[in-house]
């Protein structure tokens, strides 16, 4: 079995940082690409960052110049560094992964989500 598990979240004044980190585990055979989505209460969920296998990103128009994303390999490991974190940034924020399990087997696995809080 796969599990993603993030950490990170909190509550932050504007302007403020944090940074998230997502940690795969179980069997692993390679991971594909990961990213981080989000959703704020009353809208729909949104792709904030992806970042791939050779280490290409892609960012929300939204954040980018602000976030990072980033990845351990050899850890399994996925972080988003966020900084001038402004109110509408406030949503929990989920990991996503394509993970392949075997030569044959590859399915798409969600974390537990964590709450991020921007207010004064």
């Known amino acids: 079995q796969v599990q993603l598990v993030e950490s990170g979240g909190g509550l932050v004044q504007p302007g403020g940082s944090l940074r998230l980190s997502c940690a795969a585990s179980g069997t692993i055979f390679s991971i594909n690409h990961m990213g981080w989505y989000r959703q704020a209460p009353g809208k729909q969920r949104e792709l904030v960052a992806i970042?791939?296998?050779?280490?290409?990103?892609n960012y929300a128009d939204s954040v980018k110049g602000r976030f990072t994303i980033s990845r351990d390999n050899a850890k399994n490991t996925m972080y988003l560094q966020m900084n001038s974190l402004k109110p509408e940034d406030t949503a929990v924020y989920s990991c996503n992964a394509r993970i392949r399990r075997t030569a044959w087997v590859t399915n798409d696995y969600w974390g537990q989500g964590t709450q991020v809080t921007v207010s004064s």
């Open positions: 970042i791939f296998s050779i280490g290409n990103t």
